[in-house]
């Protein structure tokens, strides 16, 4: 394991739901990030926070709404999603120590959200 | 603009044999490079990573990926193939500036037959 637990692991959700997905790592790290993986697609990064602030929003429609309370957990509330946001939602983590992202630090990832909506 | 590639879909090799699984990148600067394994219902697992150094990294579980500035390549390699390899593989690259994201490509599913 990586020290990052996601869950859940599997979620079905209609498209006028509000659920929430939640991710926690167990390294110590400063920076969280959520992540989308479709299928045959690259991933997509999604939200980048530092030190609980967010410092990265890639273009990520309003009916996805992060949440970072501290360091070691990072949610992701959904609401109004469409079919098309079906996919794997991954949570990754790394060290942080300048404040910033840095290039060469190596992120950890959680074994995902596999979210369906119908 | 940043983009990394990985040309081959899907990679077959036979139980016992060397493999490699292709990855090139484009970036402004130098590059840092990167590679995950994905295993089933898994999240991605890091292997290795190239920063700055020897051209040739070790990683996990008996990986190792050759940097090669002037081909952009960074592909990974296995001496000898296990069927427990079978996965996913993800190579991802950095550029040198502050405002570069880590790109991921689309993946080289390697599939190592008994």
């Known amino acids: 394991e990586t020290g990052v637990t996601q869950t859940p692991r599997h979620l079905v959700m209609g498209m006028t739901n509000k659920k929430s997905l939640k991710c926690e790592q167990h390294l110590g790290h400063n920076a969280m990030y959520w992540y989308k993986q479709s299928a045959k697609k690259p991933l997509e990064l999604m939200f980048v926070?530092?030190?609980?602030?967010?410092?990265e929003n890639n273009s990520v429609p309003s009916r996805f709404s992060p949440e970072c309370p501290n360091s070691s957990h990072l949610f992701l509330h959904l609401h109004t999603l469409q079919p098309e946001d079906s996919a794997l939602y991954l949570c990754a983590s790394s060290q942080d120590r300048s404040g910033r992202w840095l290039r060469t630090d190596t992120q950890y990832f959680g074994p995902g959200t596999r979210l369906t909506v119908l | 603009a940043q983009s990394v590639a990985q040309p081959e879909d899907q990679v077959n090799v036979a139980e016992g044999n060397p493999l490699t699984v292709k990855c090139t990148y484009s970036?402004?600067?130098?590059?840092?490079l990167f590679w995950y394994v994905q295993y089933p219902n898994r999240g991605l697992q890091f292997l290795l990573k190239y920063i700055t150094g020897d051209n040739l990294v070790k990683g996990s579980y008996g990986f190792e990926a050759e940097f090669n500035k002037s081909q952009t390549s960074f592909h990974l390699k296995k001496p000898s193939a296990l069927v427990s390899d079978s996965a996913l593989y993800f190579c991802?690259?950095?550029?040198?500036?502050?405002?570069?994201?880590?790109?991921f490509g689309t993946g080289t599913r390697l599939q190592v037959f008994p």
């Open positions: 970036v402004s600067g130098n590059p840092y």
């Open positions: 926070y530092n030190f609980k602030e967010q410092t």
């Open positions: 991802a690259v950095r550029g040198a500036r502050d405002t570069d994201k880590l790109i």
